[in-house]
C-alpha cells in the first residue's frame, strides 16, 4: 500500500504562482511513476504532469512552459511549481503514484483556484 499526502493548494490570481507538493509513504519499489492529476467541475480527471523515477518526464499541452514538475527519489516527494495560472487551471490536483505493476494510489486532493 502507497499513502499519498497533498499540500499547497489555495486561491490564487490570474497570473499568480502555486507549488503543490506530495508525499509518499508505505513499501514500493523504486520503479515507480508520480504525478499530478486534475479535475475541474464537471470534467473528467485528466492528467497534468508525470515523472518517473528515472527522471522522464511528461506535461498535458496547455501546461508545458507554465508549470514544472520534480520528485526527489530519496524523500520520496514530487512537487510542482505552478507559474502564470490561469482561471482554466481551477481544479482539484491529484497526487497520483503508479508502481511497476501498473496500479494507481491517489492522494485526497487539493483545491487549486485561479480567479480574481
Known amino acids: 500500500q502507497v499513502q499519498l499526502v497533498e499540500s499547497g493548494g489555495g486561491l490564487v490570481q490570474p497570473g499568480g504562482s502555486l507549488r503543490l507538493s506530495c508525499a509518499a509513504s508505505?513499501?514500493?519499489?523504486?520503479?515507480?511513476?508520480m504525478g499530478w492529476y486534475r479535475q475541474a467541475p464537471g470534467k473528467q480527471r485528466e492528467l497534468v504532469a508525470t515523472?518517473?523515477?528515472?527522471?522522464?518526464?511528461n506535461y498535458e499541452d496547455s501546461v508545458k512552459g507554465r508549470f514544472t514538475i520534480s520528485r526527489d527519489n530519496v524523500k520520496k516527494t514530487v512537487s510542482m511549481q505552478m507559474n502564470n495560472l490561469k482561471p482554466e487551471d481551477t481544479a482539484v490536483y491529484y497526487c497520483?503514484?503508479?508502481?511497476?505493476?501498473?496500479?494507481?494510489?491517489w492522494g485526497k486532493g487539493t483545491l487549486v483556484t485561479v480567479s480574481s
Open positions: 508505505g513499501s514500493f519499489f523504486s520503479t515507480n511513476v
Open positions: 497520483n503514484f503508479r508502481n511497476r505493476g501498473g496500479v494507481n494510489y
Open positions: 515523472v518517473t523515477s528515472g527522471g522522464s518526464i
